[in-house]
């Protein structure tokens, strides 16, 4: 779905990530593999997540959706620190977004 978004709109290239991103939950170091690399016709670079907005029982959710947005901070964190463009699509995701992160162009370093 984001793919067939992303594609139509803007972009040259979509392919899994191989990217992983160490993080702190509490006191355990996890890693995190964003879902997507996106490359635009510009060269520019976005990194993609995808993720559910329901799912499963009430304990099993609010356990998701905290975690989720532990996860997106970080996706904007490296993203930022790696002059990309952090996607974070989920049902509610207008295409609105979309067109805003094809009108990015990475830094000049």
């Known amino acids: 779905m984001l793919a067939n ?3 139509k709109i803007c972009s040259r290239r979509i392919r899994r ?4 991103i160490p993080y702190v ?3 355990t170091t996890r890693r995190y593999n ?3 690399i996106v490359e635009f016709a510009d060269g520019s670079l ?3 997540e995808v993720k559910s907005e329901r799912m499963g029982t009430r304990d099993v959710w609010e356990d998701y959706r905290n975690k989720s947005e532990l996860k997106r901070k970080i996706l904007e964190e490296y993203a930022c620190f790696n ?3 952090a996607i974070w699509y989920t049902q ?3 295409p609105q977004t979309y067109r ?3 009108t990015y162009v990475s830094p000049v370093i």
């Open 25 to 27: 939950d509490g006191a």
């Open 83 to 85: 002059n990309m463009k």
């Open 34 to 36: 964003p879902d997507f």
């Open 5 to 7: 978004v992303i594609r």
């Open 17 to 20: 990530s191989d990217v992983w």
């Open 46 to 48: 976005s990194i993609a």
């Open 92 to 94: 509610a995701t207008s």
């Open 100 to 102: 805003e992160v094809c």
